[in-house]
């Protein structure tokens, strides 16, 4: 007897359904599993047997089995293969009617009493369930929440195999879940507000969540670069639906996803010990790296110098094109990595060249030998260069920091409002910092006075083509928090500050 059950496989943030088709034939008991499975795949047949006799269901394990799984083509990953095969095998043993797994869909590990465990990328799986007609996904609890944020999806929970053969026989009535209505978490700590003095860096923090810039702030240790950098993600607006199905679906792939959607930008700080891999993605079946957990938000990289060179000139392609492709043997995918990236370094090896209150003791090629770990084209990927300096008592002393982060959020919306509304009909286009060359010379805006002062910059500074676009993003995003439709020149001026060239003197540049 064959049973097809249908099912799915995650590739990249893409599913592919899957179809297992269990056949039940008389002969020695054997059970062999083809189309191309892994070691988990192929080991599932001794938990499904456990799983079969712990629940104490009537199936004569005592027969030969064969399970394939459909398209032959596509490598099988992982547990999630085992409550379809089971449930096959159910439906073989005249347990219940093959008719009504027709527009269901399978997914869960099976533990050796029985129980539903979750997998990762469901809601990868739930979503192209959907495309396909697909009308009830039945898995995990714990899988539930994640794939039932899908309207037009019944999502059924099953606790065990016993609970799975009660439904589909008719002998139990399960209720569809309906996921609990809940705020936003927040991923972010601290307030703007907390933080004494600086307002440059504030500043160059607010253009930088207005446009989608990349920021470098420099200064001595304690002066408050990482509790700037750490508060960034409070100005930020709130995801769209659309940008929170975006990131929620990284998150279900990397098997990060624990509650419903990601509902806010996320701020990802990884260690300078991390590994090429561990910040680009990769694996036998790649999985998303940190720039890609990043997506839509903040990878802040503390120490910069200190990261491993091949980490740091991996950035180099995600900056640019907001996407990561990774290449295996027998496959590629590509995870989206649209972030702000967010570094901070000190000056100098013993952290006081911008320091006024202590000396420095580096000698220049020192300084020099530690600003050469950075290399030309990391750094001519970074918008907005600060220097943090350290405060006075007067300052530490002072009652209050500022504005709150609310009100800096307010004008970052409405900036970022602007730019949408500017990009309509160009789809894919979110922020200033994304804009391509042809694009920034048809949308900028740039009146005559602040292009002249902005080709006498670039003739004195010597800037080259991407800093000179650079410097006109950053200008156009000033503009837009300011309300103005046309870039004037003093947003050239104060966009030329952030200037790398002018950004620590006597230190090499690219």
Aim: with cysteine.
């Amino acid at each position: 007897m064959l049973t097809t059950v249908n099912s799915a496989a995650v590739l990249g943030l893409e599913a592919q359904m899957v179809r297992v088709e269990v056949d039940t034939m008389f002969g020695l008991p054997r059970h062999t599993i083809v189309g191309l499975p892994d070691a988990a795949v192929k080991e599932s047949k001794e938990r499904i047997e456990s799983a079969i006799k712990n629940s104490r269901i009537p199936v004569d394990l005592f027969c030969k089995f064969t399970i394939n799984l459909a398209p032959a083509h596509l490598r099988k990953e992982g547990p999630a293969f085992d409550l379809p095969i089971a449930i096959g095998m159910l439906a073989n043993a005249g347990l219940f009617p093959a008719a009504v797994l027709r527009d269901k869909l399978f997914l869960g590990e099976l533990s050796l009493n029985g129980d539903i465990k979750p997998v990762r990328g469901v809601l990868a799986i739930a979503i192209e369930a959907c495309r396909r007609g697909i009308r009830e996904l039945l898995l995990a609890p714990q899988n539930a929440e994640e794939a039932a944020v899908l309207r037009d999806l019944k999502v059924i929970p099953l606790r065990d195999l016993a609970e799975a053969l009660a439904y589909l026989s008719g002998k139990a009535e399960l209720s569809p879940y309906q996921p609990e209505q809940t705020a936003a978490e927040q991923a972010f700590s601290g307030d703007f507000a907390e933080v004494k003095g600086q307002p440059l860096a504030k500043r160059a923090l607010e253009i930088a969540a207005a446009g989608g810039h990349n920021v470098l702030l420099a200064g001595s240790p304690g002066c408050g670069k990482t509790m700037l950098i750490r508060r960034l993600p409070s100005i930020l607006p709130e995801l769209t639906y659309e940008e929170s199905i975006e990131v929620s679906r990284i998150y279900s792939v990397a098997g990060l996803l624990r509650r419903g959607l990601v509902r806010c930008r996320q701020f990802r700080a990884p260690h300078h010990t991390i590994s090429a891999a561990g910040i680009a993605g990769g694996g036998h079946n790649p999985r998303p790296g940190e720039i890609s957990l990043a997506h839509l938000g903040v990878l802040f990289m503390d120490e910069f110098p200190e990261f491993d060179r091949q980490v740091l000139e991996v950035l180099r392609q995600p900056m640019e094109d907001g996407e990561i492709t990774i290449s295996r043997a027998l496959t590629a995918v590509t995870y989206p990595a649209r972030f702000i990236l967010a570094a901070a370094l000190n000056p100098c090896p013993c952290g006081y060249a911008l320091d006024a209150s202590k000396k420095c003791s580096c000698s220049p090629p020192q300084i020099a030998n530690y600003w050469r770990k950075l290399s030309g084209p990391v750094l001519d990927r970074i918008d907005i260069f600060v220097e943090v300096p350290s405060l006075s008592a007067g300052e530490l002393a002072a009652k209050s920091g500022g504005e709150t982060s609310a009100q800096v959020r307010q004008r970052v919306t409405a900036a970022r409002a602007r730019q949408l509304s500017r990009f309509a009909g160009r789809s894919g286009l979110y922020t200033n910092a994304q804009l391509c060359p042809s694009d920034l010379r048809s949308l900028a805006g740039i009146d005559a006075a602040a292009r002249r002062l902005l080709a006498a910059a670039a003739e004195k500074l010597g800037l080259s083509a991407r800093a000179y676009d650079r410097v006109l993003k950053v200008a156009r995003t000033i503009a837009d928090l300011g309300g103005m439709d046309k870039v004037r020149d003093e947003h050239i001026a104060e966009a030329l500050q952030y200037k790398q060239n002018s950004f620590l003197p006597g230190v090499p540049h690219a």
